[in-house]
């Protein structure tokens, strides 16, 4: 015996997300801090990345990989180099604004205090590792490589510096 069929109702709810009520009524507004590539510390980011860049190009272009040191120096280089664009686009956009949970001041000062010593342990590899004797024709660009790379532990111990006033004001607060 069959069993009658039931009328199935022709009603369909629909809901509305909160997810998509805030996608649609929300305008985002995009922040620009032009001002802070002005500043001593903004402008040590702008010279860490030139030189930063300058530093790792110049090993990459050479048979580094025959001296395992200069792993190290790439390691270093290329490292940095990458988070220190990501916190420029964090300064330049003022996501920091944004994120208040996080304590930018801290996460600057620990930033750039590792970049300073560990760039500075790169560059001091990085001099010792060059000799015209062990390849002739790469000799300049580790050269120069060294050079860069002192020059960028300067400018890292220079924000290392700015961050740290920056972290004692906001602890002293």
């Known amino acids: 015996m069959e069993e009658p069929q039931r009328a199935r109702p022709h009603t369909v709810t629909t809901t509305a997300s909160s ?25 040590l980011i702008v ?16 048979e580094y990989f025959l001296v395992p040191a200069f ?28 994120i208040p949970q996080v304590p930018w001041t801290t996460v600057g000062l620990c930033f750039n205090g590792s970049a300073f010593v560990l760039y500075l342990s790169a560059a001091i590899v990085d001099a010792t ?30 924000n290392t510096y700015f961050s740290f006033i920056a972290w004692r004001s906001r602890t002293i607060q």
């Open 19 to 43: 997810f998509a009520e805030n996608f649609s009524t929300t305008s985002s507004s995009f922040a620009y801090d032009r001002e802070f590539l002005r500043t001593v510390p903004g402008l």
């Open 47 to 62: 010279a860490e990345i030139v030189l930063g860049l300058l530093v790792w190009t110049l090993i990459a272009g050479t």
């Open 71 to 98: 792993g190290w120096v790439m390691f270093v280089a290329v490292f940095y180099w990458v988070l220190t664009v990501f916190f420029l686009i964090i300064y330049i956009t003022m996501t920091y604004t944004r």
């Open 129 to 158: 590792s060059v000799s015209p004797e062990r390849d002739g024709h790469n000799f300049n660009s580790w050269a120069a490589s060294s050079f860069f790379a002192f020059l960028v532990t300067i400018c890292y111990a220079g």
